[in-house]
């Protein structure tokens, strides 16, 4: 099993996730022509793709999904409030999946268990992958934690967790008011501080790749994430993998 990330920020998002002959893309913000070049990086093409997965309606997370699914035939999963007033957007792709009461599923050789999030959409969801033997946990897009969340990332063999922004750097930022607000909100995005609390009550002892992700460009320096999330599990800061928004992250395999 591995994963890697197409790009991780504002400006759009995506993460293929692997085992066997299955390869599941986790949102999809990118347009069709930048995917297909993100997917190039990693010796992908949008054919080798099982399905894409969806975690919520903002546009760095959805914008480039039906387009990708329509061109390419590829089924996509999303939870019936994300797809609330989008039903024209995703008109004619013929294998749409809603994902009922946040249920587990299947898709090839990976087990998909969503679950909720505190997040300014109308349903919001963040995953874990399984192949049966090994867990990759992904959470961005949440304002706060809970101990369901925190329940379902113990024991993951790899975590992709938002660091989206320190709140001093946020405090002082160019951003109006009320979108401060809203990033510092209990329905917006987990600062470092608040990442690295939620890191330090999980059962990390099987954790082999811990990468941060989602961190803002105006308000957030990788130093300054890593440095919080070594805090909570006393490791180097330099284990510590960034996602970032031009590159994104290669292929680590979950061994």
Same mark, same amino acid.
């Given at each position: 099993m591995r994963f890697a990330s197409l790009g991780s920020g504002s400006r759009g998002n995506a993460l293929v996730?692997?085992? &066997?002959?299955?390869? @599941?893309? !986790?949102?999809?913000?990118?347009? !069709?022509?930048?995917?297909?070049a993100r997917l190039g990086r990693l010796g992908l093409t949008p054919?080798?793709?099982? /399905? #894409? #997965?969806?975690? *919520?309606?903002?546009?760095?997370? @959805?914008?480039?999904?039906?387009? $990708?699914a329509r061109r390419h035939s590829i089924p996509v999963w999303l939870t019936h409030g994300t797809l609330t007033g989008l039903e024209a957007l995703f008109s004619g792709i013929g294998?749409? *999946?809603? @994902?009922?009461?946040?249920?587990?599923?299947? @898709? &090839?050789? !990976?087990?998909?268990? +969503?679950?909720? #999030? +505190?997040?300014?959409?109308?349903? +919001?969801?963040?995953?874990?992958?399984?192949d049966g033997s090994r867990r990759l946990g992904v959470l961005t897009d949440t304002g706060c934690s809970t101990p369901h969340i925190e329940a379902m990332l113990s024991g993951c063999d790899a975590l992709v967790l938002e660091c989206n922004h320190d709140p001093e750097m946020l405090r002082v930022s160019s951003y109006p008011q009320k979108l401060r607000e809203r990033i510092a909100g209990r329905y917006g995005h987990l600062d470092n501080?608040?990442?690295?609390?939620?890191? /330090?009550?999980?059962? %990390? %002892?099987?954790?082999?790749? $811990?990468? /941060? /992700?989602?961190? %803002?460009?105006?308000?957030?320096? +990788?130093e300054l994430a890593r440095a919080a999330l070594a805090g909570a599990i006393a490791c180097d800061p330099g284990w510590i993998e960034v996602a970032d928004q031009d590159n994104g992250l290669g292929w680590r395999a979950i061994g």
């Open positions: 996730v692997e085992a &066997g002959s299955t390869r @599941i893309l !986790l949102d999809c913000g990118f347009g !069709l022509g930048e995917t297909t054919e080798d793709l099982s /399905a #894409v #997965v969806v975690t *919520h309606e903002h546009e760095d997370h @959805i914008g480039g999904v039906a387009r $990708l294998n749409l *999946h809603l @994902i009922d009461n946040y249920g587990g599923f299947s @898709i &090839g050789d !990976l087990r998909v268990e +969503p679950f909720p #999030v +505190p997040h300014d959409a109308r349903e +919001p969801a963040q995953y874990v992958f399984g501080g608040a990442a690295s609390e939620l890191l /330090a009550r999980l059962d %990390s %002892s099987r954790l082999k790749h $811990l990468v /941060a /992700a989602h961190l %803002s460009q105006e308000n957030n320096r +990788p």
